[in-house]
């Protein structure tokens, strides 16, 4: 009867154990849902932001092209520009191949060759 009695108890305990272990296991296998769909949720707000990132990193590069074309029309206008005075500040200094007088109140010798200009 001993034997029995030890059996019992043995058997009881490992019951005892084998539920307990039983609900461990349940309330893991619920925190690990619990941890997988808040880690599916956390993914998904990821991806959210990483889509407008990329939706605002392309509409900003647009934009920096758009700047960067102006830019550059802008500096082949000065440069034409530029040219454009230097040659007059060399033509008005006498530099150019055919210079000419400048008259400031008399707009049609502007009009003359350099052998009819008038000085």
Known sequence: MIFK???IYESRSLLSQCATLQTAIGDAEERGELALKDAKA???D????LQKAKADMARQLREYQELMNVKLALDIE???YRKLLEGEESRLS???LNPISYCKYCSPCLALGPWEQRL
Not at 46 to 49: I, K, M, P, S, T
Request: glycine fraction near 12%; proline fraction near 0%; aromatic fraction near 0%.
């Open 94 to 96: 006498g530099e150019g």
């Open 42 to 44: 956390k993914m998904i």
């Open 5 to 7: 009695k030890s059996s």
């Open 46 to 49: 990821l991806e959210d932001a």
């Open 78 to 80: 000065i440069a034409t």
